[in-house]
């Protein structure tokens, strides 16, 4: 069946959607021998496919895969840093580092540690990563100094960010001791350093930032151990119908699963 040429290549891990569609504009796509257009369609089963020259054939199509890394504080988001960062593909095993596909679902700031889903599913990534979703992510942050409670309401209401109010927050402090400057926060949505910015608008700053959760996807396994920092585990087949379900996505994937850290 004829599908849209940047849908292809994202089913066969090559790029993101959006990606793709630079790729077309910047003629490194043909089709049957022609240049690519944004919109064309390919049969891979009757038509030709080449990507900067190589072939894409039917079979390359790689197997799905779905991770979670603990990324640590110090690391890029990206498949690839001009500046030779050590970036999270970086932190994958050998065999999962070359001709999968696989990329970070969104990102985590430099400084930042935490959950960070990484996959080769490109309908998967362009979803999740979509405005319009709102998968809810946990997040426990050191603050410089406890936070007064009605910087928290105003916080948990929203603030004026980049001209437009912020989603309400779940906002709790989860430190017994004084000073209280330990606080979880649950978001439904991902802007630009978002906790950071809103913290230096309320007047503190943030010591340090990670990421415990995405939806019910959490770094700890079920002996409440947390998955080590630098490392990644494939996804249960559970968590994967969970993204997929709160997407209103099929969930009937063919996906490797297993929950051991690798």
């Not at 593909?89 to 990329?103: F, M």
């Amino acid at each position: 069946m004829a599908e849209r040429v940047q849908k292809v290549l994202s089913q066969w891990g090559i790029a993101s959607r959006r990606k793709a569609e630079k790729m077309i504009l910047a003629g490194r796509i043909q089709v049957n021998g022609q240049i690519a257009k944004v919109g064309d369609k390919v049969d891979l089963a009757t038509d030709s496919l080449y990507v900067d020259g190589k072939p894409i054939k039917m079979a390359d199509r790689p197997q799905l895969i779905y991770l979670l890394l603990n990324k640590p504080p110090g690391v890029v988001c990206t498949c690839s840093d001009p500046h030779n960062r050590s970036t999270v593909i970086d932190l994958l095993p050998a065999k999962l580092k070359q001709g999968t596909g696989i990329h970070p679902v969104g990102r985590l700031d430099f400084a930042s540690s935490g959950a960070l889903i990484l996959t080769n599913d490109g309908e998967l990534t362009l979803s999740l990563t979509h405005p319009r979703y709102h998968l809810p992510k946990t997040y426990v942050v050191e603050l410089d100094r406890s936070p007064r409670q009605k910087d928290l309401a105003l916080w948990r209401k929203g603030i004026i960010l980049d001209d437009r109010k912020t989603l309400p927050a779940k906002i709790k402090q989860i430190e017994h001791n004084q000073p209280q400057k330990i606080i979880e926060i649950i978001l439904t949505e991902g802007r630009n350093r978002q906790i950071r910015r809103v913290a230096e608008q309320l007047g503190y700053q943030v010591q340090k930032l990670h990421r415990t959760a995405i939806g019910s996807i959490t770094l700890k396994s079920l002996g409440n151990v947390e998955l080590p920092q630098g490392k990644c585990r494939h996804l249960e087949q559970a968590e994967i119908n969970f993204l997929k379900n709160s997407l209103n996505l099929e969930s009937s994937i063919a996906a490797q699963s297993g929950s051991a850290v690798i």
